[in-house]
């Protein structure tokens, strides 16, 4: 039980993002922990994120959604908590996968804010709207986290057709900065991945400040561009990724190579059996190279680029081993019949009615008090 409870937190861990360019809500996670109506157990428990994570997938009708957390720092030591998802929360903070802070409240809103993220809370945040307007006249911005049938669902606070939200940060977002503490998680020179994925500074009179040490940022310089892309198997949207211009990416069923090798997407769990003979381990890379989107192709089979997105098969042009192009915004890149590799501005909606749960592993007895 111990290990599928560990199993269920490490894939929670793989929805945790404060990239501003993949995560896709905003929580304090010291709240969600306590929402025991979610399952009827103990008082705390951190695999009520994993619910929590899961209803923001259904809702967005993607796979892998990841969401920004910050973190009460009282959780940490909270009682109510098991010592091991205590010992988690811990590493996850090092590693600036969330946020730890002594006031959370003002901070969600605040990264909900500069990226244009929904709140996923039950509060009303009432002394807050005076600051932040939308809480109460955007709908989809608030959304509140109920039990629901099979598992958590996300009920919008402001009732209506939710409008697209706008960022509030964008110039603070296009430059990198470095905390003074060298092993800030977030900011600092060590933190790991790299720099343009690093999450929104905290904003005092317009100053940048780290929101875990409370230091003064200075400017690392700008923020390298980027370009957010999706992978789409059989029409649903499995997974959004980066490609930046610091960051190559390599596609394919099982991608390998150098440790010096960039970041590797890999596809096989995805892909039915005759796709995966055909997908070679290591497919395509995606580079952005003076400000063009290139793709290049790395495999045995070739790869084709759908013009426009059509289908259409005037519209069909095959690169084979080597071979490079510049895409245009709406071009789409198929691997194989129904796998397919674009910016997600080329997708209209997730595509997916029941996304993968990260809870799978969840066990029943683990999340319940024991009387």
Same mark, same amino acid.
């Given at each position: 039980?111990?290990?599928?409870?560990?199993?269920?937190?490490?894939?929670?861990?793989?929805?945790?993002?404060?990239?501003?360019?993949? $995560?896709?809500? &905003?929580?304090?996670?010291?709240?969600?922990?306590?929402?025991?109506?979610?399952?009827?157990?103990?008082?705390?428990?951190?695999?009520?994120?994993?619910?929590?994570?899961? $209803?923001?997938?259904?809702?967005?009708?993607?796979?892998?959604?990841?969401?920004?957390?910050?973190?009460?720092?009282?959780?940490?030591?909270?009682?109510?908590?098991?010592?091991?998802?205590?010992?988690?929360?811990?590493?996850?903070?090092?590693?600036?996968?969330?946020?730890?802070?002594?006031?959370?409240?003002?901070?969600?809103?605040? &990264?909900?804010?500069?990226?244009?993220?929904?709140?996923?809370?039950?509060?009303?945040?009432?002394?807050?709207?005076?600051?932040?307007?939308?809480?109460?006249?955007?709908?989809?911005?608030?959304?509140? @986290?109920?039990?629901?049938?099979?598992?958590?669902?996300?009920? @919008?606070?402001?009732?209506?057709? @939710?409008?697209?939200?706008?960022?509030?940060?964008?110039?603070?977002?296009?430059?990198?900065?470095?905390?003074?503490?060298?092993?800030?998680?977030?900011?600092?020179?060590?933190?790991? #991945?790299?720099?343009?994925?690093? #999450?929104?500074?905290?904003?005092?009179?317009? $100053?940048? /400040?780290?929101?875990?040490? %409370?230091?003064?940022?200075?400017?690392?310089?700008?923020?390298?561009?980027?370009?957010?892309?999706?992978?789409?198997? %059989?029409?649903?949207?499995?997974?959004?990724?980066?490609?930046?211009?610091? !960051?190559?990416?390599?596609?394919?069923?099982? @991608?390998?190579?150098?440790? !010096?090798?960039?970041?590797?997407?890999?596809?096989?769990?995805?892909?039915?059996?005759?796709?995966?003979?055909?997908?070679?381990?290591?497919?395509?890379?995606?580079?952005?190279?003076?400000?063009?989107?290139?793709?290049? %192709?790395?495999?045995?089979?070739?790869? &084709?680029?759908?013009? #426009?997105?059509?289908?259409?098969?005037?519209?069909?042009?095959?690169?084979?081993?080597?071979?490079?192009?510049?895409?245009?915004?709406?071009?789409?890149?198929?691997?194989?019949?129904?796998? !397919?590799?674009?910016?997600?501005?080329? /997708?209209?909606?997730?595509?997916?009615?029941?996304?993968?749960?990260?809870?799978?592993?969840?066990?029943t007895i683990a999340i319940r008090t024991i009387?």
């Amino acid at each position: 039980m111990r290990f599928e409870v560990s199993r269920t937190l490490d894939a929670i861990e793989r929805r945790l993002s404060t990239d501003p360019a993949l $995560a896709r809500g &905003v929580l304090e996670l010291a709240e969600v922990v306590r929402y025991a109506d979610l399952d009827g157990g103990r008082p705390g428990s951190v695999l009520r994120l994993g619910m929590v994570v899961d $209803a923001l997938g259904r809702l967005v009708a993607e796979e892998n959604v990841p969401v920004y957390a910050v973190v009460d720092r009282k959780l940490l030591s909270d009682p109510d908590m098991p010592s091991n998802e205590r010992m988690v929360v811990r590493r996850w903070a090092d590693d600036g996968l969330v946020e730890v802070l002594p006031d959370p409240e003002d901070r969600v809103l605040e &990264v909900a804010e500069m990226i244009g993220l929904p709140v996923l809370s039950r509060q009303a945040f009432e002394r807050w709207r005076d600051r932040y307007g939308w809480l109460g006249g955007e709908p989809g911005r608030l959304l509140a @986290p109920v039990a629901g049938h099979g598992g958590a669902a996300l009920v @919008p606070r402001v009732k209506g057709k @939710p409008t697209p939200a706008r960022p509030g940060g964008a110039p603070v977002l296009r430059r990198v900065w470095r905390c003074p503490a060298p092993d800030c998680g977030a900011f600092g020179s060590m933190r790991r #991945g790299r720099p343009g994925g690093q #999450g929104p500074p905290r904003l005092r009179g317009g $100053a940048p /400040f780290c929101p875990r040490h %409370d230091e003064r940022l200075s400017d690392a310089g700008p923020r390298p561009p980027a370009e957010i892309m999706a992978v789409r198997v %059989d029409g649903v949207v499995r997974q959004r990724f980066v490609v930046a211009a610091d !960051q190559p990416v390599m596609v394919g069923r099982a @991608p390998d190579g150098p440790q !010096q090798a960039p970041d590797m997407l890999v596809l096989g769990h995805w892909l039915t059996e005759e796709a995966r003979r055909w997908i070679s381990r290591s497919h395509l890379r995606l580079e952005l190279r003076n400000g063009d989107l290139v793709a290049r %192709d790395t495999s045995t089979n070739g790869t &084709v680029i759908r013009l #426009g997105g059509s289908m259409d098969e005037p519209d069909r042009l095959v690169l084979t081993r080597d071979q490079a192009r510049a895409l245009a915004p709406d071009d789409v890149i198929e691997l194989y019949p129904g796998v !397919q590799v674009a910016p997600i501005t080329a /997708f209209a909606a997730g595509g997916v009615v029941e996304p993968a749960s990260v809870m799978a592993d969840a066990p029943t007895i683990a999340i319940r008090t024991i009387t």
